[in-house]
């Protein structure tokens, strides 16, 4: 449909110049710096504004017209984006300011995405979200496959501070198309005014906890963003020494590319696999393969063989993450889209995001750089265990997430709080 077509240009265009960010960021701080910590809260400072304001946004997003808060995330970015390129122009660019950059445009992005989870539903409807979130994923990163690749061209033309324009300007062209976007029932908003912002806020939180398909996958999503924190966290650490490209060496961009790259055939993945299994049931063989194909990366020095198998494990990464955000959009009533997703990813981005980036940066510094990234491979393990055991204990199988169990009704003072009627 028409306004959704324009939502996934939006995304796509924007999905471009963010490929660019992602490699120029950490890039500039460990040029200036050479340290793994501080390039570690780079990548954590892209996620931490969901632990810190997740609540918040998710509030905003159903109390506020949708369409119009995802427009000015959009421009705000923009001129967030462009004070790296002025700041360099004039020869005061700082590791300090890259970090606040990073933390501030990612707070952005959370505003967002807060109005986009209860915009898609409204779109496409429950019955398509898995194959629409699959177009949008697979198209974010189809563009940064490509964008990461050329990103480290155009650091070599431009250099890392330079090459975010491209970034800023896809920022602008997003703006417009979101705007273009006709007018969607707020379903939402009216019953969030009513609340509080405490009850609000607690709404969310009760029904999500009350959930246990949707908690046990929340559970999951915190440790496999863990992983990706870790992972992009210390790349270029990674790069540089283990694989013996240096953040100057063009071939650093396809790392990131074959990173996002995986992205491309999860989102191709997901969809068939919904057809033939449930959401959690997803989870079981995905979890081990992207483990397995862990422990290839942390242990190969060639980096052809780490780029293949970078795109291998960027599939598992991807596919599982996408399975629960469409899970959760599947089961969250219109009223509590923004509030219940903010708060399953300021648990789950937001603190295993940045917690990942730090505990991996910490580990290089004392260890060395292959014992950091192994702590990536360490969470998703962890992860399969979790998932196999909830599958293991059950007395009939696994918990199935539209078995009556998993939509049992979670009760507040003003309605109930549950999943999809039956």
């Known amino acids: 449909m028409r306004g959704f077509r324009f939502l996934l240009l939006s995304r796509t265009i924007s999905a471009l110049g963010s490929a660019v960010t992602a490699v120029a960021l950490p890039v500039l701080t460990y040029q200036q710096t050479r340290s793994p910590l501080l390039l570690s809260l780079v990548a954590a400072a892209g996620t931490l504004p969901y632990l ?10 159903d109390r506020v017209d949708r369409r119009r808060l995802m427009v000015a995330s ?29 933390l501030l445009s990612s707070c952005l992005a959370l505003f967002f995405d807060a109005g986009g989870y209860g915009f898609v539903p409204e779109a496409v409807g429950n019955e398509n ?50 705007r273009a976007v006709a007018r969607g029932p707020h379903r939402g908003a009216p019953a969030a005014a009513r609340a509080g912002f ?14 246990r398909v949707l908690r046990t996958m929340t559970v999951v999503g915190t440790l496999q963003s863990f992983a990706g924190g870790a992972i992009v966290g210390q790349m270029v650490v990674w790069a540089d020494r283990g694989l013996g490209i240096p953040g100057t060496d063009g071939r ?8 996002s790259a995986g992205g491309i055939g999860g989102s191709l993945l997901l969809p068939r696999l919904r057809r033939r299994m449930d959401a959690f049931r997803v989870l079981l063989p995905v979890l081990p393969a992207g483990a397995l ?35 959760s959009q599947e089961v969250t009533p219109a009223e509590l889209q923004g509030r219940v997703n903010t708060t399953r990813r300021m648990l789950s981005s937001g603190l295993g995001v940045p917690l990942g980036a ?34 293991l204990r059950e007395p009939g199988g696994e918990p199935s997430p539209r078995g009556r169990a998993a939509l049992r009704p979670v009760r507040s003072r003003r309605r109930p709080a549950c999943g999809p009627k039956r």
Do not use: K
Request: glycine share 12%; charged share 10%.
């Open 198 to 211: 405490g009850e609000s806020v607690g709404e969310g939180l009760r029904f999500l906890r009350g959930h």
């Open 74 to 102: 959009d421009t705000l970015n923009a001129a967030c984006l462009a004070t790296v390129p002025v700041a360099a122009a004039f020869g005061v660019l700082t590791g300090a300011q890259v970090i606040a950059v990073a």
């Open 252 to 259: 650093i961009g396809f790392l990131y590319a074959a990173w």
């Open 129 to 178: 979200l898995a194959r629409a979130n699959g177009l949008v994923q697979g198209a974010e990163s189809l563009v940064r496959t490509t964008g990461t690749a050329v990103a480290g061209g155009l650091m070599v033309l431009l250099g890392p501070a330079d090459s975010v324009v491209v970034d800023a300007v896809s920022f602008i062209a997003s703006a417009l198309l979101v």
């Open 52 to 61: 810190l304001f997740g609540l918040v946004a998710g509030v905003v997003a």
């Open 358 to 391: 730090l505990v991996a940066g910490s580990v290089t510094v004392r260890f060395g750089v292959h014992a950091g990234m192994s702590t990536a491979v360490v969470s998703v393990a962890l992860a399969a265990v979790l998932v196999w055991w909830a599958h």
């Open 293 to 327: 194909l862990g422990l290839v990366v942390v242990s190969v020095d060639d980096w052809r063989v780490a780029v293949v198998a970078l795109a291998l494990w960027g599939s598992a990464y991807l596919v599982v993450l996408v399975n629960t955000m469409s899970y």
